[in-house]
């Protein structure tokens, strides 16, 4: 079973950036796409950025696209999210999971979901 735990948010002013990163326990964790999700307070959770299991194809919402970038260290067990160019419309808390299926947007076909981070972004 894998466990995830995001971690990196914070408050930075718009135009910033910030790193995230979801670190994952469990050995099969390499074998999973990884997304990372956000829910804005009282809006549904849309998703981000997805990376299949090698690392090698990534896939993207429009709204983030050029600005954010997914990565991930399967030595490390880790995902990242690098976010530049931060906008006030980018806080949200920010989740990571995992799908055994690649290209998904909806976070029904996720699982293992973390405990969030908050990204807050002023302006």
């Known amino acids: 079973q894998v466990q995830l735990v995001e971690s990196g948010g914070g408050l930075v002013q718009a135009g910033g950036s910030l790193r995230l990163s979801c670190a994952a326990s469990g050995r099969t964790f390499s074998t999973y796409t990884t997304a990372w999700f956000r829910q804005a307070p009282g809006k549904e959770r849309e998703f981000v950025a997805g990376?299949?299991?090698?690392?090698?194809?990534?896939y993207y919402a429009d709204s983030v696209k050029g600005r954010f970038t997914i990565s991930r260290d399967n030595a490390k067990n880790t995902v990242y999210l690098q976010m530049n160019s931060l906008k006030p419309e980018d806080t949200a808390v920010y989740y990571c999971?995992?799908?055994?299926?690649?290209?998904?947007?909806?976070?029904?076909?996720?699982?293992?979901w973390g405990q969030g981070t908050q990204v807050t972004v002023s302006s």
């Open positions: 990376i299949g299991w090698s690392g090698g194809i990534t």
């Open positions: 999971a995992i799908n055994r299926a690649f290209g998904s947007r909806d976070p029904t076909h996720f699982g293992s």
